[in-house]
């Protein structure tokens, strides 16, 4: 009895092992934060710690890690762990440059210590879209820089082998700066397909400046996408039916040639007479002359309105055509973008 109780102890111990490392950052980090509100700084500082590390359950996104590296801070700093305080501030700072503490959560001994942090670090970081779709000379990548203060930067695009594709920026940054890629090489030809790296870097290499930066991206070649021909549009007849003429024609040649012929049919072995002639050709005649009174006419107001349309899908025809020869001309590129990363320092 004693060895079974020791064994399901032991089986209870093992799956409580697994089951605490199953926590997920987040909600370690929640845990954190209410521990920091009862002033409970030592569990805190543990469970903060904890949420923060790379092999923890569902990692941190950005914004969350930001704030778990505040309430880090200001957890070491009221435990008069100051050295931690600034070491969490400056992985702040470096996480994103333009991040601040707020100051209606934090008391003033938390965020002033983060700005004499801030003022020491130099940082900058790169905001890049996951996914951008580029027409070439058209619609480019955009990528925006931010700096933690005043900064010289160089941005080149650059193969994942390292040979250089074209530099994007090479300058002083204050504070941000939208950075754009027509999706052209250096030569004027679209990028290829394959892994490109966009890496900042400081132009004066010192101990104290920005670490660099770096983003991988993958380009893709899609055709181009032309419009369709716009459908001709429903004209109006511009002239009267021919019909009515016709068939007064008609009408005056059958009777004609009735006037002539049916005596004799009538009558076989009889021959038509001139006067049968004479009215047959009259009718005949009569029908000529019905035809030329109804022959078509132009409908004067149908022309004026078909004018205008004709005019109207001319020019879409022309916008359509002027599109698609400047899309043909255009290559379009699906870009996504990988995570950003730190260059570690001596590898900038």
């Known amino acids: 009895m004693a060895r079974a109780s020791l064994v399901l102890a032991l089986s209870l111990l093992l799956c ?5 490392p199953a926590q997920s950052a987040s909600d370690l980090l929640g845990q954190g934060v209410r521990a920091y509100q009862a002033l409970e700084y030592d569990a805190a500082a543990a469970l903060l710690e904890r949420s923060l590390r790379p092999d923890s359950t569902a990692r941190l996104a950005d914004s969350l890690r930001a704030r778990a590296l505040t309430y880090l801070a200001a957890t070491e700093l009221f435990r008069g762990q100051r050295d931690s305080a600034v070491a969490a501030f400056r992985q702040l700072v470096l996480l994103n440059p333009r991040y601040r503490p707020d100051e209606l959560v934090f008391p003033p001994q938390v965020t002033n210590l983060f700005q004499e942090v801030r003022r020491a670090t130099k940082a900058v970081a790169v905001v890049v879209p996951p996914v951008t779709t580029v027409r070439t000379r058209l619609d480019p990548f955009k990528a925006r820089l931010l700096t933690s203060s005043l900064a010289d930067l160089s941005v080149m695009l650059e ?64 055709p181009p996408d032309t419009l369709a021909w716009p459908p001709p549009p429903p004209f109006l007849p511009e002239r009267t039916s021919t019909g009515p003429a016709f068939r007064s024609l008609a009408a005056g040649l059958v009777a004609g040639a009735a006037a002539v012929a049916l005596p004799s049919i009538m009558a076989p072995g009889k021959d038509a007479s001139g006067a049968r002639f004479a009215v047959g050709a009259t009718v005949g005649v009569a029908g000529f002359v019905g035809f030329f009174a109804r022959k078509p006419r132009p409908l004067e107001a149908n022309v004026r309105a078909n004018a205008s349309q004709r005019d109207a899908w001319k020019k879409k025809l022309d916008a359509v055509r002027a599109e698609n020869a400047t899309r043909l001309r255009t290559m379009r590129l699906v870009v996504r973008a990988g995570p950003e990363t730190i260059a570690e320092r001596g590898s900038e």
């Open 16 to 20: 409580g092992a697994r089951l605490l």
């Open 159 to 222: 193969r994942e082998d390292g040979t250089p594709v074209r530099e994007l920026y090479s300058g002083p940054v204050a504070d941000t700066l939208v950075l754009s890629w027509d999706g052209l090489t250096a030569a004027g030809a679209p990028a290829e397909n394959g892994r490109y790296i966009l890496r900042v870097t400081p132009r004066a290499q010192t101990a104290d400046g920005p670490r660099a930066r770096r983003v991988v991206l993958e380009v893709k070649q899609e």
